[in-house]
């Protein structure tokens, strides 16, 4: 036993002689490799994973949601977590896209039953964009957990608004279940201006504007943008463990144009395209990561755009080939917000007349017809951003009264 013993205190003794002998480098990697193993990544939980917070709010209620397929907690969608739950849910909004998140961009949703659990399935993307009074009589209060991509032209946040409006002149309280934005860690982009309010502009912010929905709800609420000032009962369920400065890959896909996390970083960028007959690349596996046109000199041949059953119907130059640039090599963490690729694609195309194909609309994305004269002026990006700088100090002043989370 003595011998084993000396023989374990040798073996101590030379390992650590042995550790001195290889320098100070080995020691601070030594000593990284050790925190990062005993250090844990806190994990970030959405609101709709933070039951203990709401749950009580929803007893004896009549529960309305709006949701989507990214409505899930720890990957149960929230529908069939409050009813195991025995909450009562009576009814089911559905935004853009539908309830299962495989309608094309644009196109109606339908009021239908949910099949698996017999509720009314209720559209807020087609004759109605908020729910009506009828619809809200025998609700007592709306949850909203819906995961959004951080652009101003994404429309579930208008369809946010339009609950909000619902609920205030209801009387109704509406619950926002928290989740990251993708995009949260910046804000760029020029604000939208009055004249330009629609269902892809719906509030004075930037493109890209850097709040996650709870925070806009209570920027709605703070800054009385519903109609004739008014405000609805708002409770927020904040998200655990997050900062805008965090990278969100998302779980779920919010759209079927945006299949993964690079599409939702470009997204803001090429958006514009969709007034143009340039293909962003939809209808083929990778939208929103592509640019391209039916012209050998935009560059080399990348895809041929055709019909996909859930994610694109008839999409922009369907059949041909196009030539552009491929995006999908970029690390998504270090895209932000350009017009490099509208300018470039501009300047290349021998018709200008006729590169913007649908102005209102390009004007409605950009929230001004500035944008528009200034690219067909030959401005350069620098020369543009200048232009909106005022305006984004402004927003961002405004900004930093509604955030819920450190930057």
């Known amino acids: 036993m003595k011998k084993q013993t000396i023989f374990y205190l040798l073996f101590i003794a030379s390992f650590l002689i042995s550790s001195c002998a290889n320098g100070q480098d080995h020691k601070s990697k030594e000593a990284h490799f050790t925190l990062n193993n005993l250090v844990e990544k806190k994990q970030i939980i ?34 069939d977590f409050l009813l195991q739950n025995k909450i009562n849910v009576v009814k089911i909004f559905a935004p853009e896209h539908g309830f299962r998140g495989n309608i094309d961009r644009g196109a109606h949703v339908k009021s239908e039953i949910d099949e698996k659990t017999g509720l009314p399935i209720i ?53 926002v279940l928290d989740r990251p934005n993708p995009l949260g860690d910046y804000v760029d982009g020029p604000v ?8 892809v502009g719906m509030h004075p912010i930037p493109i890209v504007h850097g709040l996650t929905v709870g925070e806009l709800a209570k920027m709605i609420n703070g800054e009385k943008w519903l109609e004739n000032g008014a405000q609805c009962d708002l409770t927020v369920i904040k998200i655990k463990n997050y900062e805008h400065k965090m990278h969100y890959p998302l779980p779920v896909k919010p759209s079927p144009n945006l299949p993964n996390y690079l599409s939702v970083r470009l997204y803001p960028s090429l958006c514009f395209f969709e007034a143009t007959e340039i293909s962003v690349g939809r209808g083929t596996e990778f939208p929103f990561q592509v640019v391209g046109y039916p012209d050998p000199s935009f560059g080399d041949s990348l895809f041929i755009p055709e019909d996909i059953k859930g994610m694109q119907q008839d999409p922009v130059q369907e059949g041909k080939i196009c030539y552009g640039i491929d995006l999908r090599g970029a690390n ?10 509208v300018i470039d694609f501009y300047n290349k195309f021998k018709q200008k007349d006729k590169f913007f194909s649908r102005e209102k609309w390009f004007n409605l994305l950009a929230g001004n017809d500035k944008l528009l004269a200034q690219i067909k002026a030959g401005k350069s990006e620098r020369e543009i951003k200048a232009s909106w700088k005022a305006e984004l100090d402004k927003y961002q002043k405004v900004r930093k009264m509604y955030l819920l989370y450190l930057e």
């Open 46 to 79: 959405v609101g709709a994973e933070q039951p203990e917070l709401y749950m009580e709010m929803l007893k004896n209620k009549r529960v309305g949601l709006v949701v989507n397929q990214s409505s899930l907690v720890n990957g149960i969608h929230l529908v």
């Open 332 to 341: 998504p963490d270090n895209i932000r917000f350009t017009l490099k690729y």
């Open 192 to 199: 939208r201006q009055p004249n330009f309010k629609s269902f």
């Open 123 to 175: 559209s807020m993307f087609g004759k109605n964009r908020r729910p009506t009074d009828d619809q809200l009589k025998e609700v007592d209060l709306l949850i909203f957990d819906i995961q959004d991509a951080g652009a101003r032209f994404f429309t579930y946040i208008s369809s946010m608004h339009e609950v909000m409006e619902a609920c205030a002149s209801n009387n109704k309280s509406l619950l």
